[in-house]
């Protein structure tokens, strides 16, 4: 651990990203905070963002020491997950099915391209008003999204095997059912896994869409919020607070799918 | 299967003909092939580029059918405009490019055959795989996954996957294609080798008139499109076959004989090429 | 594949064929069986749309617990004859669409220049991309608040989300895309006496050519999402406010109609894309 905090320091790719990060913080404060520009000053400064994260007792009632803060943490990530997840199992499953056997593609197809163009987020009305709870809704919502991004490049990752690891297995004595388990799901695993981090940032992009319009708690509906009540610290707190997640469970799902799928490691040359 | 004499894996093509799209584009890959490969035979099929060498894999392997003839297993039809005996492991395929499961690590791979048809338990594969790496030199690379290993080795796992399950017939297309000099001799090494161990028929599809020389008991030299059998030369050389046999009068004699053929045929097909783009 | 065993019609010879055969690719000799299976698919395709419909039309019929409160699928169709009728529906097309391609339009405009400069200079991309992946995780739909505090007006606000939607996808993209070309083709092109000038212009744009389509396609698609929000959240006028609109008034059917409008509209524009990634590659008919 501490050598590689040491390469770290001693690489110039490290400095530069500081410098690239500091560059940015410097012109924000410039243009928000010193300079008086006309539209630039309506937006929060960056060390007022930073005051406000990092105080006990923050004006908008939200910072890193509140236990607000938390809660809508939580609420935002256990809807991510619900959906995440479903939208994973099914999403997978159809995906693989629909790649195994065609004439169940081509029953299921045309429903699937017709559905999937149509954004997640347009469903929100209909979802509100016709499943039980805005809670169901706002889930739906953000399970919808990742469960077509997931179908798509299960599908994709089926079509992408090689055919000839399909006939050696046949002629190995093969029953559809090891094919099914030796071939196709191992085959398909990195355009799956390339699917769920697609997925989990549309999904995280539902939900907040979600949460803001059906007024629910979780950071969306927090961000609104704080616009509405004028914290525009607040907004941009969340805003970065919304970055990390995204940032932590797409990592998360990289380092999965680098687990499961082991033998990528020699192919990239580890 | 019926099983009135021990399964040798004889293997009579009698007049077979595949037309590819029949209806649309028309293309007679082949037309009344016939020759036999008897009982362990080391066959080798040389012959022009599409000149219906992976048909006839295909076809005997099961993976496609054909339009006319016959072709004959141990005088039992697997073959015909008909019938189309599905895959399975009497006739192996080891493949072009190489189809060990990426996924899988080298035992894994190996042992995938047994297990899947549940003719050996897990242990006893194991043992059985570790014996045959052993024996080929090829231990201490059980857990490791094909990318990390070089073609040659990957190559010569591949046949064992293939010869684990005892098959009767073991086809190869070109499977050393793209090796360099040096590492065939290895694999020409290794191929002798496991056929001397334990014979089996070999179906061969290759390009380099050396190794078709060298590893086969006769040489099927295939016409261009539509593709007939052109000449056939017998390998009366004993085996083991070792490496010093290829400065002998007798193997100059027949790769002169080969080549000949075949460089007639590859003139007709460049011809041929030429035409079509004309 | 899978339980067909035969290999049949669709196993050519090797100077025609490929080792891979996604069931979409078409090449020119597949093209006449694809004609001659196509009866039985779209058969299963319009079978499918129908049995689609009609077990909608039983879900509410037989009042399935809450897909009750759907409407019937004729009623839908009623009132997507009414508003393909009226002149706003057409204008709300219009709106969305303006929209879209502003964002979208300007998104490509700055970020593809960007991604390959970062591609390019390992160096700026040194100081830019670690930035750049910290705001690319937030959501579009957060930076409503602050896109509206900013710009003077409404729509410029929406440009704003529609281009944030994109840009970040174009990027990522085309970084992808500029890394893949090998190296071995720059240093082809080097000795044949190529300038740098030349490289840039005759290997690395074709080349990560693909990936800027693909990037289109995605943002494209990604785009929509965020438009639909902006416009129920802050818009006026458009598809997506359109159909908030129906919300707020009960009107079922017409968000049915909205949602089924805006998916269409997304569809064409995607298609849109992709025929001018078709046009721009006619060395790669499978983008």
Redesign the interface.
């Known amino acids: 651990m501490a050598n590689r905090l040491k390469t770290a320091l001693l690489n110039p790719q490290f400095y530069r990203a500081m410098t690239g990060i500091v560059l940015f913080l410097v012109l924000w404060q410039l243009l928000t905070g010193v300079l008086d520009l006309p539209r630039f000053k309506l937006l929060p400064n960056p060390i007022s963002v930073i005051k406000e994260w990092f105080s006990f007792e923050p004006l908008s009632g939200r910072s890193l020491f509140t236990q607000e803060y938390y809660l809508d943490i939580a609420y935002s990530v256990v809807r991510v997950l619900i959906a995440f997840s479903l939208a994973t199992v099914l999403g997978v499953g159809l995906g693989l099915i629909m790649g195994w056997n065609r004439i169940f593609y081509e029953f299921t197809f045309p429903i699937v391209e017709i559905l999937r163009p149509m954004p997640p987020l347009s469903w929100i009305p209909l979802a509100v008003l016709v499943l039980p709870g805005v809670e169901v809704a706002v889930v739906y919502v953000t399970f919808i999204a990742g469960f077509f991004a997931t179908v798509l490049n299960t599908l994709l990752g089926v079509y992408s095997i ?1 055919k ?2 399909f ?9 559809p059912r ?1 094919i099914f388990r ?2 196709v799901v ?2 398909a ?1 990195p355009f799956i896994f390339t699917g769920l981090q697609i997925s989990m940032g549309v999904s995280w992009m539902s939900l907040v869409a979600g949460e803001i319009i059906s007024g629910q708690r979780g950071l969306g509906y927090a961000i609104y919020e704080g616009y509405s009540m004028f914290q525009y610290n607040q907004v941009v707190c969340y805003m970065f607070t919304l970055g990390i997640l995204g940032f932590i469970s797409s990592a998360g799902i990289r380092a999965v799918g680098r687990k499961l ?3 990528e490691a ?2 990239r040359g580890a | 299967m019926a099983k009135g004499k021990t399964p040798q894996g004889a293997i009579s093509i009698k007049n077979v003909t595949k037309i ?2 029949p ?3 028309h ?1 007679v ?1 082949m037309q009344d092939c016939s020759f036999d490969i008897a009982a362990r035979e080391f066959a080798i099929i040389v012959g022009p ?2 000149c ?1 060498k ?2 006839l894999l ?1 076809a005997i ?5 054909i339009t006319s003839g016959e072709i004959f297993l141990d005088g039992e039809l697997i073959s015909s405009h008909q019938k ?1 005996i ?4 009497d ?3 080891v ?1 072009q ?1 190489g ?1 060990l ?4 690590t080298v035992m894994e791979n190996v042992i ?2 047994p297990i ?2 549940g003719t050996m338990k897990k242990t006893e594969a194991l043992a059985r795989g570790r014996q045959m790496l052993n024996q080929v030199g090829l231990a201490g690379i059980e857990d ?5 290993l070089s073609s040659g080795i990957q190559r010569r796992v591949e046949i064992l ?2 010869l684990i ?1 005892e098959p009767r017939v073991v086809m190869l297309d070109e499977p050393f294609r793209g090796l360099d000099a040096v590492a065939k001799t290895v694999m020409h090494e290794f191929l002798v080798g496991v056929y001397c161990t334990s014979p089996r028929t070999m179906f061969f599809i290759t390009h380099d008139l050396d190794e078709a020389i060298f590893l086969g008991d006769k040489v099927v030299i295939m016409t261009t499109r539509p593709a007939r059998v052109k000449k056939i030369v017998t390998v009366d050389m004993p085996w083991p076959r070792e490496h010093h046999i290829k400065t002998s009068k007798l193997y100059l004699d027949l790769k002169g004989e080969v080549l000949e053929a075949v460089h007639e045929e590859a003139k007709k097909a460049f011809q041929a090429g030429e035409r079509e783009l004309a | 594949m899978g339980e067909n ?5 669709d ?6 064929s490929s ?1 891979h055969r996604p069931v979409a690719k078409m090449g020119y ?1 597949q093209l ?2 694809f004609k001659r299976v196509f009866n039985l698919r779209t058969a299963r395709g319009f079978l499918s749309v129908l049995i689609f419909l009609a077990l909608w039309q039983l879900v509410v019929y037989v009042k399935v617990p809450y897909l009750q409160y759907l409407p019937y699928p004729r009623q839908v169709a009623a009132s997507g004859m009414t508003a393909v009728a009226s002149w706003q529906y057409w204008a709300d097309w219009g709106l969305s669409l303006e929209r879209i391609f502003v964002g979208f339009i300007a998104a490509q405009i700055i970020g593809i220049p960007l991604g390959l400069a970062m591609g390019i200079s390992k160096v700026f991309k040194g100081f830019s991309f670690p930035l750049f992946e910290i705001l690319r995780p937030i959501p579009p739909i957060a930076w409503i608040p602050l896109a509206i505090l900013f710009w003077p007006t409404r729509e410029l606000s929406i440009y704003f989300l529609v281009f944030i939607g994109a840009f970040f996808i174009i990027v990522i993209n085309v970084l992808q895309g500029v890394s893949n070309i090998s190296v071995s083709l720059k240093w082809a092109a080097s000795s044949l006496g190529a300038k740098p000038k030349d490289i840039f212009w005759r290997i690395l744009l074709p080349g990560s050519l693909p990936s800027i389509i693909t990037g289109m396609t995605v943002g494209m698609g990604v785009t929509w999402n965020v438009l639909i929000a902006a416009e129920m959240i802050a818009g006026q006028g458009g598809l997506g406010r359109a159909t908030w609109e129906a919300y707020t008034n009960g009107n079922i059917p017409l968000i049915v109609v909205g949602m089924v409008s805006i998916g269409l509209a997304g569809y064409l524009s995607s298609t849109l894309v992709r025929w001018f990634g078709e046009k721009a590659m006619p060395w790669n008919r499978e983008v």
């Open positions: 090689d000839k690891y006939l050696a297995a046949r002629c190995l004595g093969s029953k090891h030796n071939v191992p085959g695993l799928m082991a033998w020699s192919r | 590819y799209d209806e649309g584009v293309v890959a580029s599409g219906g992976t048909t295909n392997a099961g993976f496609d059918g189309q599905k895959p399975n492991v006739r192996m395929v493949f490019s189809a499961f990426p996924w899988k995938y055959g899947v048809q490791k996954y094909p990318e990390e996957r293939a399950n | 065993g035969k290999g049949g019609l196993t050519l010879p090797e100077s025609v080792q000799l006449k069986l």
